[in-house]
């Protein structure tokens, strides 16, 4: 099998169900899923918010690139990332060398609908939230775009997004199923 084709990386902005997909199409295909900021916390044995307080921005971004040198050695996982990890330079390239990439995609509306009641997202707890969503979600829709499949979250349920990537994960493979 191609190296691409050996996993499946979920990108997107916070909030779009990158885990939930990701537990449910590992599910289906047999795969081990693995999310990014689970195995940064489970590493620094404390969570996200925590990090980007007393270490700052910049070493919880190395946390996240040092997870991804290590995609080279992986097969049958899919990998939810934090949302901000394919949009850091050079990290989309490294992702789409080890996986199908996936670009989960929702409106900045529909994403503040769905974190409003959460807290646990450093970068959005700031005086006005739905601002920073739009700002952020601007500055790297052009990384997202670039994803090997851009799916709308807006109108779909976790488990159609789920059954979606995995049919177009085998579809891909099919076609290679002699690499
Ligand atoms: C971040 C998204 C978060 C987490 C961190 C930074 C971002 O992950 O990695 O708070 O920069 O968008 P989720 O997308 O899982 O919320």
């Avoid at 997909?21 to 295909?29: D, E, Q, T």
């Avoid at 996936?102 to 939230?129: F, G, I, M, S, Y």
């Avoid at 952020?136 to 109108?155: C, I, S, V």
Wanted: aromatic residues 6%.
């Amino acid at each position: 099998m191609t190296g691409k084709l050996r996993n499946i990386a979920l990108i997107g902005f916070m909030g779009v169900g990158k885990s939930s997909v990701g537990r449910m199409a590992a599910a289906a295909l047999g795969y081990d899923f693995v999310d990014t900021d689970e195995l940064i916390e489970q590493r620094a044995g404390a969570k996200v918010p925590e990090i980007f307080q007393h270490q700052g921005e910049p070493a919880f971004r190395e946390m996240e690139r040092a997870i991804l040198r290590e995609l080279a050695g992986w097969s049958r996982k899919v990998v939810a990332t934090g949302g901000g990890l394919a949009a850091q330079p050079g990290n989309l390239d490294e992702l789409k060398r080890h996986a199908l990439v996936v670009c989960l995609w929702a409106a900045p509306e529909t994403v503040w609908e769905r974190v409003r009641h959460q807290t646990h997202r450093p970068l959005l707890n700031v005086p006005d939230p739905v601002a920073r969503i739009r700002e952020l979600l601007a500055e790297r829709e052009p990384f997202y775009k670039q994803a090997d499949l851009l799916l709308t979250t807006d109108q779909r349920s976790s488990k159609q997004l789920a059954q979606l990537v995995v049919a177009e994960y085998r579809r891909l493979q099919g076609g290679h199923a002699s690499s």
